[in-house]
């Protein structure tokens, strides 16, 4: 009996551990930050945002570069991809959203993504951005309250493609 509940309660504690929502990991949270107070996350009813990441430090000469995708939901193929750039002084940490697209997971389509409505900068930045997508979709998905994404974060500065958005701060 007692190795049955042994076992029991093994199994519902490692049960539990798979099923434990993980924190998102800051590097994410401070790049959706830029993307939710710049105006680029989409309208969603929902006040949870399903988010994945990529951090590529090859692709560009000695730039870093995080991939984000927003998924239109937590169990959705489909979404906004968007490209920003990270630089880093003196404990700053400074965003730049350089590109952003709509996306479709596709088997139809040669690399396993369709571009909505595709990224700027032709073949070599939608191939670069694809890549990146089914890279994010190897790895977990993190759950962001939109309230959290509007909060201040002082050691954070944005900026964008299309305005300079420190003033919202």
């Known amino acids: 009996m007692k190795r049955i509940l042994l076992l029991a309660s093994t199994l519902i504690c490692v049960g539990a551990a798979v099923h434990m929502p993980t924190n998102p990991p800051k590097l ?18 929902d006040r949870r945002r399903s988010f994945g990441y990529f951090l590529d430090e090859k692709s560009y000469p000695r730039e870093k570069v995080i991939y984000v995708v927003n998924y239109a939901g937590p169990r959705e193929s489909n979404g906004w991809v968007f490209v920003v750039f990270l630089t880093e002084h003196g404990g700053q940490q400074h965003f730049n959203v350089q590109n952003n697209a709509r996306f479709v997971l596709s088997k139809d ?15 070599w930045t939608q191939q ?3 890549m990146a997508i089914r890279r994010i979709e190897t790895q977990a ?4 309250y939109t309230k959290d994404l509007l909060a201040a974060t002082p050691s954070v500065t944005c900026e964008s493609y299309t305005e300079d958005l420190r003033s919202h701060f």
């Open 28 to 45: 994410l949270t401070r790049a959706a930050h830029c993307l939710a107070i710049g105006n680029f996350l989409p309208q969603l009813p």
């Open 109 to 123: 389509n040669f690399d396993g993504v369709s571009f909505v409505d595709p990224p700027l900068g032709g073949a």
């Open 128 to 130: 670069h951005v694809a």
């Open 141 to 144: 998905r993190f759950t962001v």
